[in-house]
């Protein structure tokens, strides 16, 4: 017996559902005879390729270097057949990011890379830092785009671009344009979750200079974010990219401080694991590019 394309699809499909029932659907297959393509296919690799946790499957570390070789083979299948062969990139590519980078410089970059291989079918999820780094370790993307910092055995990264944060408060405010350090100890503050790449790098500007903030209300989207800013529920602190649209209507004003809140993204990638062609490619875009092209 050898492997099949099927096995395959089946392979990557369970990867990214985390279920063999929804493998089954993705790929119009009935749900035992997906059970039955991964049992062979275990078999014939002789270990098993994923783990239970939860209702949920997991690929094990052993199989994960099997699958940007099962998803370059696949690719380049659907490449053929799209393409009748010409080298044109097709297929998917899946990407993990962070909410500042996924809502305000992906999809721009996903867009021009789209027009030169329109083929190419993505699929973007977008959290927090952490569900970023979960992504990637379990699989379920080939690329994430992360901000801040991160430092994980498993994955490679490479610094891409540098962001700037800023402190930023209602229009409605009446306070100065400098804020002092006493200034934002004694203020409230609206801020990301714990986890964030957003809270993790506000957190290490502060430092020892402010043992503690004053925390009003934790937020898992930049979007209520700002809106409970421009309520006056207090200061909120945001990459610049994500605050232009209310800076231009005038809803909230930004302040110089003392800190300093300039952070690098990041593209992170699993240790050992060979990109494929779409992802390389994709990567490749992403590096020749400015954040000023990137945001004008």
């Known amino acids: ?47 098993p390729l994923f783990r239970r946790h939860g209702k ?48 305000y410089l992906l999809p721009r970059q996903m867009a021009e890379f789209k027009e030169k291989h329109p083929n190419i079918r993505f699929n973007l999820e977008i ?34 671009l540098q962001d700037e944060m800023v402190v930023f408060g209602s229009a409605l405010l009446e306070s100065p344009d400098e804020l002092s350090w006493d200034d934002l100890a004694k203020a409230s503050w609206v801020m990301r979750e714990a986890g964030s790449g957003t809270r993790n790098v506000l957190e290490q500007a502060i430092g020892a200079n402010l043992p503690q903030l004053n925390i009003s209300l934790s937020l898992a989207h930049m979007e209520a974010v700002k809106q409970a800013v421009i309520y006056k529920m207090g200061l909120g602190c945001l990459s610049k990219l994500a605050l232009k649209q209310e800076l231009d209507a005038g809803l909230i004003r930004v302040f110089k401080t003392p800190l300093k809140l300039n952070r690098n993204l990041l ?29 004008d």
Not at 79 to 97: K, N, R, T, V, Y
Not at 129 to 157: D, M, N, P, R
Not at 267 to 276: C, D, E, F, Q, R
Request: glycine letters at 8%.
């Open 127 to 160: 959290g927090n830092t952490q569900s970023v780094i979960q992504q990637l370790l379990t699989g379920k993307a080939e690329v994430g785009f992360i901000e801040g910092y991160c430092q994980h055995a498993e994955l490679v990264v490479e610094t891409w």
């Open 267 to 295: 593209i992170v990638t699993p240790k050992g694991s060979a990109l494929t062609q779409n992802a390389q490619k994709f990567v490749e875009q992403c590096q020749e590019v400015q954040l000023s092209s990137l945001i």
């Open 1 to 47: 017996m050898k492997i099949t394309l099927r096995q395959l699809q089946i392979f990557e499909a369970v990867v990214h559902t985390g279920s063999v029932t929804a493998a089954a659907d993705l790929v119009a297959i009935s749900q035992p005879a997906a059970s039955q393509a991964l049992r062979e296919l275990e078999a014939l690799l002789g270990r």
């Open 56 to 103: 949920r499957l997991q690929i094990t570390p052993q199989a994960r270097n099997l699958l940007p070789q099962a998803r370059a083979v696949l690719s380049q299948i659907e490449q053929i057949e799209s393409m009748g062969g010409s080298g044109e990139l097709s297929g998917s590519l899946q990407l993990a990011s962070s909410v500042s980078v996924g809502n």
